[in-house]
Nanobody
Framework: EVQLVEAGGGLVPAGGSLRLSCAASGFTFDDYAIGWFRQVPGKERERISC????????YYSGSVKGRITMSFDNGKNTVLMLMNNMKPEDTAVYYC???????????????????WGQGTQVTVSS
Protein backbone atom coordinates (compact mmCIF):
# COMPACT_ATOMS: atom_id res chain seq x y z
CA GLU A 1 0.00 0.00 0.00
CA VAL A 2 1.35 3.40 -0.99
CA GLN A 3 1.58 5.79 1.93
CA LEU A 4 2.78 9.38 1.90
CA VAL A 5 3.48 11.57 4.92
CA GLU A 6 4.25 15.25 4.41
CA ALA A 7 6.16 17.33 6.92
CA GLY A 8 8.12 20.56 7.20
CA GLY A 9 5.40 23.15 6.88
CA GLY A 10 5.19 26.18 9.08
CA LEU A 11 5.35 29.95 9.21
CA VAL A 12 8.07 31.66 7.20
CA PRO A 13 8.63 35.35 6.37
CA ALA A 14 8.47 36.54 2.79
CA GLY A 15 11.83 35.97 1.14
CA GLY A 16 12.61 33.06 3.43
CA SER A 17 13.09 29.38 2.71
CA LEU A 18 11.38 26.18 3.73
CA ARG A 19 12.07 22.53 3.08
CA LEU A 20 9.16 20.14 2.83
CA SER A 21 9.56 16.39 3.01
CA CYS A 22 7.46 13.52 1.78
CA ALA A 23 8.16 10.21 3.49
CA ALA A 24 7.07 7.35 1.28
CA SER A 25 6.37 3.70 1.99
CA GLY A 26 4.97 0.81 0.03
CA PHE A 27 6.92 1.47 -3.15
CA THR A 28 10.35 2.27 -4.53
CA PHE A 29 11.19 5.58 -6.17
CA ASP A 30 12.62 3.96 -9.29
CA ASP A 31 9.14 2.95 -10.44
CA TYR A 32 7.20 6.03 -9.44
CA ALA A 33 6.60 9.68 -10.20
CA ILE A 34 6.38 11.90 -7.13
CA GLY A 35 4.88 15.34 -7.16
CA TRP A 36 3.62 18.21 -5.05
CA PHE A 37 0.53 20.27 -5.36
CA ARG A 38 -0.91 22.95 -3.13
CA GLN A 39 -4.38 24.13 -2.35
CA VAL A 40 -5.92 27.19 -0.79
CA PRO A 41 -9.49 26.83 0.57
CA GLY A 42 -11.97 27.90 -2.07
CA LYS A 43 -9.44 27.72 -4.89
CA GLU A 44 -8.46 25.07 -7.37
CA ARG A 45 -5.61 22.73 -6.68
CA GLU A 46 -2.34 23.96 -8.16
CA ARG A 47 0.21 21.43 -9.40
CA ILE A 48 3.68 22.74 -8.76
CA SER A 49 6.29 20.03 -9.17
CA CYS A 50 6.98 16.48 -10.29
CA UNK A 51 10.01 14.22 -10.37
CA UNK A 52 10.45 11.08 -12.43
CA UNK A 53 11.86 8.53 -10.02
CA UNK A 54 13.49 6.48 -12.77
CA UNK A 55 15.82 9.22 -13.98
CA UNK A 56 15.41 12.14 -11.60
CA UNK A 57 14.06 14.49 -14.22
CA UNK A 58 12.10 17.31 -12.63
CA TYR A 59 9.19 19.42 -13.82
CA TYR A 60 8.11 22.69 -12.24
CA SER A 61 5.17 24.98 -12.79
CA GLY A 62 5.76 28.52 -13.94
CA SER A 63 4.65 29.99 -10.61
CA VAL A 64 7.49 28.30 -8.70
CA LYS A 65 10.15 27.59 -11.32
CA GLY A 66 13.51 28.93 -10.24
CA ARG A 67 12.46 28.98 -6.59
CA ILE A 68 12.05 25.30 -5.76
CA THR A 69 14.24 22.23 -6.05
CA MET A 70 13.19 18.62 -5.60
CA SER A 71 15.61 15.95 -4.49
CA PHE A 72 15.68 12.41 -3.12
CA ASP A 73 16.91 11.13 0.19
CA ASN A 74 16.97 7.50 -0.82
CA GLY A 75 18.34 6.36 2.50
CA LYS A 76 15.13 7.54 4.13
CA ASN A 77 12.83 6.91 1.14
CA THR A 78 11.95 10.56 1.25
CA VAL A 79 11.45 13.26 -1.34
CA LEU A 80 12.48 16.77 -0.41
CA MET A 81 11.30 20.06 -1.83
CA LEU A 82 13.29 23.16 -0.99
CA MET A 83 11.43 26.41 -1.49
CA ASN A 84 13.36 29.69 -1.66
CA ASN A 85 12.39 33.34 -1.91
CA MET A 86 8.94 32.52 -0.66
CA LYS A 87 6.02 34.84 -1.29
CA PRO A 88 2.72 35.37 0.55
CA GLU A 89 0.93 33.80 -2.42
CA ASP A 90 2.77 30.56 -1.64
CA THR A 91 0.57 30.20 1.45
CA ALA A 92 -1.38 26.96 1.08
CA VAL A 93 -1.65 23.38 2.23
CA TYR A 94 0.98 21.36 0.38
CA TYR A 95 0.37 17.76 -0.60
CA CYS A 96 2.71 15.08 -1.87
CA UNK A 97 1.51 12.66 -4.54
CA UNK A 98 2.82 9.47 -6.09
CA UNK A 99 1.86 7.24 -8.97
CA UNK A 100 3.50 4.38 -10.79
CA UNK A 101 5.33 5.42 -13.94
CA UNK A 102 3.31 4.55 -17.01
CA UNK A 103 5.49 5.88 -19.80
CA UNK A 104 3.13 8.81 -20.23
CA UNK A 105 3.43 12.52 -19.65
CA UNK A 106 0.50 14.41 -18.14
CA UNK A 107 0.09 18.13 -17.49
CA UNK A 108 3.25 18.38 -15.38
CA UNK A 109 5.59 15.49 -16.13
CA UNK A 110 4.59 11.89 -15.44
CA UNK A 111 2.61 12.78 -12.28
CA UNK A 112 -1.13 12.15 -12.25
CA UNK A 113 -1.76 13.99 -8.95
CA UNK A 114 -4.56 11.59 -8.00
CA UNK A 115 -3.36 10.34 -4.63
CA TRP A 116 -1.86 12.24 -1.75
CA GLY A 117 -1.01 12.39 1.94
CA GLN A 118 -2.55 14.46 4.72
CA GLY A 119 -0.82 17.69 3.68
CA THR A 120 1.26 20.24 5.53
CA GLN A 121 0.34 23.88 6.04
CA VAL A 122 2.72 26.54 4.76
CA THR A 123 2.12 30.16 5.70
CA VAL A 124 4.23 33.00 4.33
CA SER A 125 3.96 36.29 6.17
CA SER A 126 4.37 39.59 4.35
Amino acid sequence: EVQLVEAGGGLVPAGGSLRLSCAASGFTFDDYAIGWFRQVPGKERERISCVDGSDGRTYYSGSVKGRITMSFDNGKNTVLMLMNNMKPEDTAVYYCTANRLEGRIYGLGPCRFDSWGQGTQVTVSS
